[in-house]
């Protein structure tokens, strides 16, 4: 059973950070992929950002540059460290795994990740 919880959210003032905790137990393959997600009330779910465990990230382009994903491998830790937040960053952020992947592609995509997080509130004022 592959649990994933999710931690660091909050409100915050434009232009300020918060970091995104995602804590993985269970079994799952050696080689894999993570990703964040979120979705605000009446949209779709979004990419935000996705790794591997060699290290490869991918990002949706509005993150691109205030926000950086990390993957600690030995306490089974992802990590999105948001910051320069917008009020357009308010959302339901959910960590995701996809057992088994190699390397994430260069568009995020929610396609093969089957495990999934509770989600954490962000909500950024302006």
């Known amino acids: 059973q592959v649990q994933l919880v999710e931690s660091g959210g909050g409100s915050v003032e434009a232009g300020g950070s918060l970091r995104l905790s995602c804590v993985v137990s269970?079994?799952?393959?050696?080689?894999?992929?993570m990703g964040w997600f979120r979705q605000a009330p009446g949209k779709e779910r979004e990419g935000v950002a996705t790794i591997d465990t060699y290290g490869g990230t991918s990002y949706t382009d509005s993150v691109k540059g205030r926000f950086t994903i990390s993957l600690d491998n030995a306490k089974n830790t992802l990590s999105l460290q948001m910051n320069s937040l917008k009020p357009e960053d308010t959302s339901m952020y959910y960590c995701?795994?996809?057992?088994?992947?190699?390397?994430?592609?260069?568009?995020?995509?929610?396609?093969?990740?089957?495990?999934w997080g509770q989600g954490t509130q962000v909500t950024v004022s302006s």
């Open positions: 269970g079994y799952f393959d050696e080689r894999y992929c």
């Open positions: 995701a795994l996809d057992s088994g992947c190699w390397r994430v592609p260069p568009i995020i995509s929610a396609l093969g990740y089957g495990y």
